[in-house]
């Protein structure tokens, strides 16, 4: 099983799908990973629950895929980041599919494609929220922070999952912080999160796939391969990896 595994995409789903074809043109995909910051915004009013200032809510092209119009060339998997629409992820809490080929993982979880087994936890980290429930939809903006934050039940789900071939993560596990080298900004004094490693190590997954911080950086911890995918649309080679499952 071929399978390709993206950053963030924040919106350019046209672009994506173009990357998506090139890749598949050359040798076929049988799916696509991506690892949150997605923005699969229908309308404006999906734009007022992401969690950024104003002048970031530029509403992308999934609607075209939302509505039809155009269409994802090859099945599609993917989490939630902190720059999200939570307003509409959160009405498929559990996963869904949002479009034809396109599916949301949910908030934490696992499923199985194609007998690969695939797990994942949307959101980032915050200690102050995080043994705190999210917030149900329809939530005021006001709670759209909040939103962003996965929590302890969702490391629990994703613990329950037993044992995953790919993990999906949008915050880095700080495992990752042995990975650092002259590449790495120098503000960053320590990365990731301690409940994400405990999930790496608990699942023992063959890949770990993660985005958020715009960077590409790779680490193997026993048999796991860790990789950290940059920004597909300003960095898009390092925004992207294919592997064989």
């Known amino acids: 099983m071929r399978i390709a595994a993206y950053g963030d995409i924040h919106g350019h789903w046209l672009d994506f799908r173009e990357s998506v074809l090139g890749l598949h ?3 076929p995909l049988n799916l696509v990973l991506q690892c ?23 509403p992308g092209d999934f609607w075209a895929f939302h509505e039809g ?4 060339p090859v099945p599609l998997l993917f989490i939630g980041g902190n720059h999200e629409t939570w307003g509409f992820l959160d009405q498929h809490r559990d996963g869904g599919q949002l479009a034809d080929n396109i599916r949301f993982l949910g908030r934490a979880g696992c499923m199985t494609m194609n007998d690969v087994r695939i797990a994942g936890v949307s959101g980032v980290f915050s200690p102050k929220h995080f043994d705190q429930p999210h917030p149900r939809p329809p939530y005021a903006t006001s709670q759209r922070k909040q939103a962003t934050y996965y929590n302890q039940d969702d490391i629990d789900r994703s613990l329950a ?19 650092r080298d002259a590449s790495w900004p120098s503000h960053w004094t320590r990365v990731g999160c301690e409940y994400l490693s405990l999930v790496v190590e608990s699942l ?20 796991t391969e860790i990789i950290c995918l940059s920004d597909f649309h300003r960095d898009p080679m390092n925004a992207v990896t294919v592997i064989e499952a």
């Open 25 to 27: 043109a050359r040798q």
């Open 36 to 58: 949150g910051d997605a923005q699969p915004f229908r309308d404006d009013a999906d734009l007022e629950y992401m969690h950024c200032p104003s002048k970031y809510r530029e």
């Open 204 to 223: 023992r997954p063959r890949w770990v796939f993660c985005g958020h911080m715009h960077h590409r950086a790779q680490f193997r911890v026993g048999s």
């Open 69 to 72: 119009i155009e269409e994802f």
């Open 161 to 179: 999952c037993g044992r995953a071939d790919i993990l999906l993560l949008h915050n880095w596990p700080d495992l990752m912080n042995a990975a």
